[in-house]
Nanobody
Framework: QVRLRESGGGLVQAGDSLTLSCVFD???????LGWFRQAPGKEREFVSA????????DYADSVKDRFTISRDNAANTMYLQMESLKPEDTAVYYC????????????????????WGQGTQVTVAS
């Protein structure tokens, strides 16, 4: 049973925009959700997170002011709007669910997430 499913990746040129979607299980609406990415030969890294109701957002410094995270719990979907894409944004992007409900914020560590999707490839050509 796939409980998180990413889509929207593709091949774009530097400076272009792309929006990723993550459909999540209805039961995940009570959890913080996040986006991570993994470039070839590198560890998976935090990109962004959104709180349960969407009021709080957090971003890695490398994407701040270029990426926007949001969620629509009624539609069971989280989004990552990416603008001014750079070749260094090239990676497989994953969405994940907070491992357990806590009051912690922000939630940036990979170990604090589970239920990963299969990922969607984003390739930014220079």
């Amino acid at each position: 049973q796939v409980r998180l499913r990413e889509s929207g990746g593709g091949l774009v040129q530097a400076g272009d925009s792309l929006t990723l979607s993550c459909v999540f299980d209805q039961s995940f609406s009570r959890y913080v959700l996040g986006w991570f990415r993994q470039a070839p030969g590198k560890e998976r890294e935090f990109v962004s997170a959104v709180s349960r109701a969407g009021a709080l957002t957090d971003y890695a410094d490398s994407v701040k002011d270029r990426f926007t995270i949001s969620r629509d719990n009624a539609a069971n979907t989280m989004y990552l709007q990416m603008e001014s894409l750079k070749p260094e944004d090239t990676a497989v992007y994953y969405c994940g669910k907070e491992r357990r409900i806590t009051t912690s914020w922000p939630v940036r560590s990979e170990s604090e997430y589970d239920s990963w999707g299969q990922g969607t490839q984003v390739t930014v050509a220079s």
